[in-house]
């Protein structure tokens, strides 16, 4: 596959066989993302995980410190006081039957979906048209909640969700190519801390076994896994 100039430049400023510090990654990531747009910087973690066992599942949510840079459209499916504590905590759409009905016919014009416990028995109709897209409410991780107002918060701040494919690996925005490689270097202490947090019980030897940062159209950038606590500067 043939690549631009632009992409064999930046490709050029990187040692393949390098793996560098977090701090010198996230400058670096920075560097060869030249594309004509705020490009997006996610990390890519290589899991020494067995997807296909229950007890060896890596999924959960983190809210980010410096956020993602993204403007995130909330949707929110409840009724009464919810509905209102929702609106006033910035939630983009607050319905309930409109809603469900709004989202049958094809509207997907949102990011994240939330749901309070006596929605999900209408909520649950939408699940092959949400799931697919990974916007099905889910009380694990914290998207199905009384607590409303808390989570469009978050999710608006910078909330992300991770998730291993079944190769194991999870792949997570933390952050624009406009921010500060200090906060990235944010963005990616607090969600390679949690991934080590949430470590499953059952996996068997290495468990972070590479890791990886990338710009949108950039090449990738090896981090060093070894290094697992991160300190802003």
């Known amino acids: 596959m043939a690549h631009s100039k632009k992409y064999a430049a930046a490709r050029g400023k990187i040692e393949h066989d390098k793996l560098y510090e977090p701090q010198e990654a996230c400058e670096l990531v920075k560097e060869t993302a030249s594309a004509n747009f705020d490009e997006t910087i996610e990390a890519h973690f290589r899991l020494g995980i067995d997807t296909r066992q229950a007890d060896q599942q890596v999924r959960g949510s983190i809210s980010l410190p410096h956020g993602t840079g993204k403007a995130v459209r909330v ?132 468990y972070l076994k590479s890791i990886a940062l990338a710009s949108t159209m950039g090449p990738g950038v090896k981090v060093d896994p070894s290094i697992t606590r991160i300190s802003e500067e």
């Open 75 to 206: 949707a929110v499916f409840a009724e009464g006081d919810l509905a209102r504590a929702a609106e006033e905590a910035g939630a983009d759409i607050v319905g309930s039957d409109d809603l469900v009905q709004k989202i049958s016919g094809g509207w997907f014009d949102f990011d994240a979906a939330v749901a309070t416990p006596d929605m999900m028995g209408k909520v649950g109709r939408l699940g092959k048209l949400l799931g697919p897209r990974s916007l099905m409410p889910n009380p694990k991780l914290g998207t199905v909640t009384t607590d409303v107002a808390k989570i469009v918060g978050e999710l608006k701040a910078g909330r992300v969700e991770y998730r291993a494919d079944r190769y194991g690996i999870c792949h997570v925005p933390i952050g624009k190519k406009s921010f500060d490689a200090s906060a990235l270097l944010g963005n990616y202490g607090a969600l390679l801390e949690e991934l080590v947090r949430v470590k499953p019980a059952a996996a068997k030897g290495k």
